[in-house]
């Protein structure tokens, strides 16, 4: 006769769920470790990111004409894929580090104690690397960030088990991190429509009105 263990291992197999081991999960009793195992189901992504972003980090080997006068600055596409947390998290921390110089980026990250400001930290770094190495930047601390964003990866479903063996579904959430760096000082921001002009817009819009059908 197959044990409880083995029918919980042929169920998900059937059912296609990606699970942790479940060799010591029984029915009907509620195992205290339950939470090491999810813990040590999620350790097994979490150093299986990677570099290539697709379009987004093809925009390094693209090759400009030469300008009639000046130099164009360098700009570095850069990222991580397949980041092991969740991105409602991560984009608060992204959204931080806009139109900042790359040094005052790192140095406010390093004093925020969660995983994405870690992660975020080490592409930054990662970033100036390359941009000295593969693009012959001069001064690696000569960089702002120009675009900082997430986007949501893949979704691992795995099982939880509660007491009598009432199973739930747990998730695990990857994202994907995308920087735009650029060489030289800080552009000023421009809002694209200032509140006066929205204004503006809105009682031209009234004045504007005519009644449809009427004469």
Not at 83 to 102: D, E, F, G, Q, T
Not at 125 to 153: C, G, I, P, W
Not at 194 to 211: C, D, F, G, V
């Amino acid at each position: 006769m197959l044990s409880n263990a083995k029918k919980v291992q042929a169920l998900l197999l059937n059912v296609g769920v990606r699970s942790f081991v479940t060799t010591n999960v029984a029915w009907g009793s509620k195992k205290p470790g339950q939470h090491m195992k999810i813990k040590r189901h999620a350790a097994q992504h979490e150093n299986k990111y990677g570099r290539d972003l697709g379009s987004w980090t093809d925009k390094n080997n693209i090759v400009y004409p030469p300008l009639d006068d000046g130099k164009r600055p360098v700009e570095i596409y850069y990222g991580r894929s397949n980041v092991r947390y969740s991105p409602r998290k991560m984009i608060a921390i992204a959204r931080l580090i806009r139109n900042k110089n790359i040094d005052s980026a790192i140095a406010q990250l390093e004093y925020i104690n969660t995983k994405g400001s870690f992660v975020i930290r080490a592409v930054l770094m990662e970033a100036q690397e390359y941009a000295v190495h593969e693009h012959n930047l001069e001064f690696k601390s000569n960089l702002h960030v120009v675009q900082s964003f997430v986007h949501r990866a893949d979704i691992i479903t795995f099982p939880i088990f509660h007491a009598r063996g009432r199973p739930q579904k747990g998730q695990c959430y990857f994202s994907d991190y995308f920087v735009h760096l650029r060489e030289g000082e800080i552009e000023p921001y421009v809002p694209r429509v200032t509140a006066q002009e929205m204004a503006l817009n809105y009682l031209n819009s009234l004045r504007h009105r005519t009644i449809k059908d009427g004469l």
